[in-house]
């Protein structure tokens, strides 16, 4: 485990706006409580609380990964109607205590949806 810091910021901070994920003309995600985590040199990533997400269009798939810096990600495929993206969303079930603001939240890949609109 890794610790943010001057070489790797993480900053975490409530996002004012509403976010809101579509796939296939449906709201995957709707949120007025997302969290905006800042990475070193990466995008801005939107991170959703799980309850404001439809579940029922989720499926937790195989893959897994590490951040040594935020833990073990979990994957979720959507599926609405006859389309499907694969691993499109990722999940820090048990993160890391710097970054524990973001456990039971949702992070989706932006070229895996159609939409992640601040609002």
């Excluded at 997302?34 to 997400?53: F, H, K, M, N």
């Excluded at 979720?76 to 999940?91: C, D, L, V």
Aim: with cysteine; aromatic share 10%.
């Amino acid at each position: 485990m890794k610790q943010p810091g001057p070489d790797h910021p993480i900053a975490i901070e409530p996002n004012p706006k509403r976010v809101r994920v579509t796939f296939n003309g449906q709201v995957v995600a709707e949120s007025g409580r997302a969290l905006t985590l800042r990475e070193a040199s990466y995008p801005p990533v939107q991170y959703i609380p799980r309850e404001d997400a439809a579940m029922a269009l989720l499926q937790r798939t195989e893959r897994s990964t590490h951040c040594p810096y935020k833990g073990d990600a979990a994957y979720y495929s959507i599926e609405a109607g006859p389309r499907r993206a694969e691993n499109a969303i990722w999940s820090y079930e048990a993160p890391y205590p710097a970054v524990a603001a973001i456990a039971g939240h949702l992070a989706f890949y932006p070229d895996r949806v159609d939409a992640i609109e601040e609002l």
